[in-house]
């Protein structure tokens, strides 16, 4: 999938069911900023490499659609600070369609 600008994202589908299983967002690469000016020796070119993703899994039927109840967003470094790699995990609990919403909720 190709959107009007920036990279492709790539989907990923279960080969016997069509269930939307993951969505790669691809890496991004970030040159380090230069910094203050030293007389230290390094090298100028240092980039580091983000992956993102999201993964999705625990399909069940709901109003005649299967939809996801789990989604795992998943990060790598350098973008976080403590770990090589950060997930969140959300698990759904129901899906409502359709339904008013107040429109008070948004002021």
Do not use: C
């Amino acid at each position: 999938m190709k959107s009007g600008k920036g990279q492709p994202v790539r989907l990923y589908f279960d080969a016997e069911n069509f269930m939307w299983v993951r969505s790669d967002y691809g890496s991004v690469r970030i040159t380090k900023d230069m910094g203050t000016f030293t007389n230290a020796v390094g090298s100028k070119d240092e980039e580091s490499t983000i992956d993102f993703y999201v993964e999705t899994s625990d399909f069940k039927d709901v109003d005649g659609m299967k939809l996801p109840f789990k989604l795992e967003m998943v990060a790598t470094s350098p973008i976080l600070k403590q770990r090589n790699v950060g997930t969140i995990v959300t698990t759904i609990s129901e899906y409502r369609h359709n339904i008013q919403i107040d429109p008070k909720m948004f002021q």
